[in-house]
């Protein structure tokens, strides 16, 4: 409904207590969350009503009158007070480029929607639970609505604009600090709102008067250099970008013995000083009150909480001769940090990193903040800025690399741990997991589907198919000899099998291709077992910290960054390619190596003895052949081994930790294998072609077995052809089997076409072992049993494409209620995007679908 595009959002949400578990003395906490607020371009709110999207979708958004000039840069909230009739109150504050920043109220008020339970209403749809409410209210082990603790979802009740924070600058950031501390003494001391333009930050209490304008400035600042702390000279940064905020409960014992609970605050401000270089200053918050560093450099409140900040700070530019450029409390200490978007860790109050946005806006630079856990220390420190880790020992601890520029990101908490969000220019976004060994993973990939996407994973499925269709027609194979011919071409096309085709000495080409696989298998283990991978990451990490790259770009370090970033690239697709396309022929060429013949005789009538097939001049288990023999006997197994948790997750050395490489229970629910073969195959939403996450790993893996074992058999078997097909058709049979019992696609029609295909490739294989048992090149008898079948079964594919639903993949469908008919309306919904599409009741009171 917006004349201009949207520009800011952001939703509400509460902390609510849910009932204990059995075997819980007390209940954890749940997120609730409420309304979308959506700012524009040109200065409206917007608000979308969750909760009356399912019973009154006529009143679903609600425009609030325009309270900016220009566009809406930023949007922030802040819980302030709970009324008695079960309504809450948030105060809102909106950051425009008209050089204000306005404070509204809104109140919702918590409700619980019959939509929002499963169709027998007895416990929460657990899908929506974690989509819409953080999954932290119901109990979904118990039956019954009482095991729901909290409401469901806040249902918008009114909004309006209570205050105007006035600036120089246009505002390009706004952040609350929600300390749930409100003394009836000092209020107006207390810092409630923070702003950000080009000047600095500014602080606000509830009553919308400025108390301080803080700049990344210092005159003296201590810098870790060359395990040997330096002070620095002066810091003044001219232009600031973004600011960050992390918020935490703190508990001590005073002089009386009493347990005394502090509200704890460090607030990031990032700036550019004159040598046009990041810098980012920190400041500590206690109770509401900015810190006093003092000139040993601790941090002390009792000035501006006894004197007051307002008076303080005008004191300060009283006496200072640039008043006006002037901050009005200098930060603890400033980061060397280049880069935009500042964000930190909101876990439980911890500080561990911060999450800054590099100068290429596309690589998201993770930076240590910490210098040691909380309980590590025998005396605890009560300052909110005790652990932070000295400048110069801030390192760079993980990157995010993509593809396009990044437009925005976030650190939000999941329920395994911190993890970022980002948004780029092309619409898409993406969710990073930041803990744990999978840390720096993707979980998630929200964007569209290019058509290469679409077309490639169906292209390479019938080219497969080919190939495993192929092995059924092996040079011993008696089929009819004009059919055998053209599937033989096929075959050498499918499998990329042309080094014949050209008349070369065959001894050329035989050991360049063994020493080929015998290198790149030693070198993909050792690139698995020792983590190379990762330790490329980590060593593009540490050159990025080098003091020189920072200081200077065009530099020795500038030219080993990119170096090191190449051969870390390299080294991802080196390890793609070696675990999925270079699977076939890699272990094709090794049986080869095992496929010896009889020489026959010499030209002096000399026995030549065994000789391999593909090389007649190289003498099997002799010299050179015996030490490549013993070299694959010894690399291939534990190869194989290691090629099955890249094989299961697409190549995609990310989701492969080197300490989870051993972890070869695959069989147990809980394998890290397994795990990472889910979240791969569930990280991007690829419409049919989406692969079933329960089954990911059985399918993946099978069809590697299938890979490894059809180009072996065909080798080392083709003088016996008979046992050659009854082994090809019994793995065959598997395969198509373990596709029936393990569904490896979603969306079922996609599936079918996928479980006939491999059915085809074990009929031909069935139809070769009576071709080899008739044993006549000159008959189509086989041939027609074998047109016969595959007329069947394509027959069958149809019936079944015919008869079967198309539905789209999804996880829960979600029945989004007409707005008139709230009791006993149809039901719609789409299943890809639920609530993409909504009923809309028009003034006539005829219902409408609108997408």
């Known amino acids: 409904e917006a004349d201009q595009g949207a520009t800011a959002l952001n939703f509400l949400s509460i902390k609510r207590k849910q009932a204990p578990r059995p075997g819980q003395e007390d209940g954890e906490y749940g997120t609730i969350n409420g309304p979308t607020v959506i700012g524009t371009a040109d200065g409206c709110v917007y608000v ?13 958004i609600y425009s609030h009158p325009k309270i900016h ?46 939509e929002f339970f499963s169709k027998d209403e007895q416990k929460r749809n657990k899908l929506l639970d974690v989509l819409f409410f953080a999954g932290g209210q119901p109990n979904p082990d118990q039956d019954g609505p009482t095991s729901v603790d909290a409401k469901t979802c806040l249902k918008f009740v009114s909004m309006r604009t209570v205050a105007t924070l006035k600036h120089d600058e246009p505002v390009i950031e706004s952040n609350c600090l929600d300390f749930d501390f409100r003394p009836d003494a000092h209020i107006k001391i207390l810092i409630t709102f923070i702003t950000c333009t080009k000047e600095g930050a500014f602080l606000w209490n509830s009553d919308g008067e400025l108390l301080m304008r803080l700049k990344v400035q210092t005159e003296t600042n201590k810098k870790f250099i060359d395990c040997k702390l330096h002070k620095k000279g002066k810091v003044h940064c001219k232009e600031h970008q973004s600011t960050a905020s992390v918020v935490k409960l703190t508990k001590v014992w005073d002089h009386e013995g009493k347990l005394i609970k502090r509200v704890q605050a460090l607030l990031f401000l990032a700036g550019t000083d004159t040598d046009n270089r990041g810098q980012v200053g920190v400041w500590g918050i206690q109770d509401g009150v900015l810190g006093f560093k003092e000139w040993d450099g601790t941090l002390s409140f009792h000035k501006f909480r006894q004197e007051g900040m307002i008076k303080t700070s005008k004191h300060r530019r009283l006496q200072a001769d640039d008043a006006e450029d002037k901050s009005d409390a200098e930060p603890l200490c400033v980061y060397d940090r280049d880069g935009d978007l500042l964000d930190v860790e909101q876990t439980d109050g911890l500080t561990r990193f911060a999450v800054q946005l590099a100068e290429d806006r596309s690589t998201v630079n993770i930076w240590s903040l910490q210098a040691i856990q909380p309980g590590s220390l025998v005396v605890e420190p009560d300052g909110p800025a005790s652990l932070l880790v000295t400048p110069g020992k801030d390192d760079v601890l993980l990157q995010l690399s993509h593809k396009v520029r990044v437009a925005d990101m976030l650190v939000v908490q999941d329920l395994a741990g911190p993890a970022v969000i980002t948004g780029c220019d092309d619409g898409a976004a993406f969710a990073w997991d930041l803990d744990g060994d999978d840390k720096g993973q993707i979980y998630a990939e929200l964007r569209s589907l290019k058509p290469t996407e679409i077309i490639m994973p169906p292209l390479v499925l019938f080219i497969t198919t080919a190939q495993m269709l192929s092995f059924a027609f092996g040079p011993s194979i008696p089929w009819q000899t004009d059919v055998h011919q053209k599937v033989s071409i096929v075959h050498q096309i499918c499998m990329g099998d042309f080094k014949f085709v050209v008349e070369v000495n065959k001894e050329l080409i035989f050991w360049p291709e063994m020493i080929f696989i015998v290198c790149a298998a030693a070198l993909f283990m050792a690139v698995a077992v020792f983590g190379l991978d990762e330790r490329m990451d980590d060593f593009v990490a540490k050159a990025y910290n080098l003091e020189s790259y920072r200081k200077q770009k065009l530099c020795v370090a500038y030219l ?15 390890m793609q390619l070696t675990s999925t396309l270079l699977v076939v022929p890699m272990m094709k060429a090794a049986a080869t190596s095992f496929h010896c013949i009889d020489g026959g005789l010499d030209k002096n009538g000399t026995s030549v003895g065994l000789v391999v097939a593909a090389a007649p001049t190289v003498k099997c288990f002799q010299g050179p052949h015996l030490q490549l023999s013993i070299a694959l006997v010894m690399l291939i197994p534990p190869f194989l081994f290691m090629l099955l948790p890249y094989a ?6 990310h989701y492969v930790a080197s300490s989870c490489l051993f972890e070869y229970k695959f069989w147990e629910k809980k394998n890290a294998w397994r795990l990472a073969a889910a979240r791969k195959a569930t990280t991007l939403h690829l419409a049919f072609l989406h692969f079933n996450p329960k089954h990911a790993f059985e399918s993946l893996s099978v069809d590697l077995a299938g890979k490894i074992f059809l180009p072996v058999v065909s080798t080392l078997t083709i003088s016996e052809p008979l046992l050659q097909m009854c082994l090809l058709s019994a793995m065959n049979f598997f395969v198509y089997f373990n596709s029936l019992r393990h569904a490896p696609y979603v969306e079922r029609k996609f599936c079918v076409i996928v479980q006939d295909l491999k059915l085809i490739i074990f009929c031909a294989s069935a139809t070769g072992i009576f071709t080899t048992l008739q044993n006549d ?13 595959l007329s069947l079964v394509v027959l069958l594919m149809i019936v079944q494409l015919c008869l079967l639903e198309a539905k789209k993949p999804f996880g829960k469908k979600l029945f989004v209620m007409e707005g008139a008919k709230a009791a006993d309306s149809r039901m719609i919904g789409d299943e890809e995007a639920p609530l993409l599409k909504v009923a809309e009741v028009t003034p006539s009171g005829s219902d409408r679908e609108q997408e």
């Open 69 to 114: 000039t220009g566009k809406i840069n930023d949007i922030s909230f802040m819980y302030k007070e709970e009324g008695e009739d079960g309504t809450s109150t948030f105060l809102v504050v909106t950051a425009g480029v008209d050089k204000t920043a306005r404070v509204s109220v809104m109140e919702v008020q918590e409700v619980d929607s019959p």
């Open 48 to 60: 979308l009503d969750f909760a009356a999207l399912h019973t009154d979708s006529a009143n679903a």
């Open 560 to 574: 080993w960054v990119k170096t090191l970033s190449s051969i870390r690239t390299t080294t991802y697709l080196f």
């Open 648 to 653: 299961v997750v697409n190549g995609d050395a």
């Open 777 to 789: 090149k000159s008959s189509y008898l086989t041939c027609g049993i074998l047109g016969v079948i």
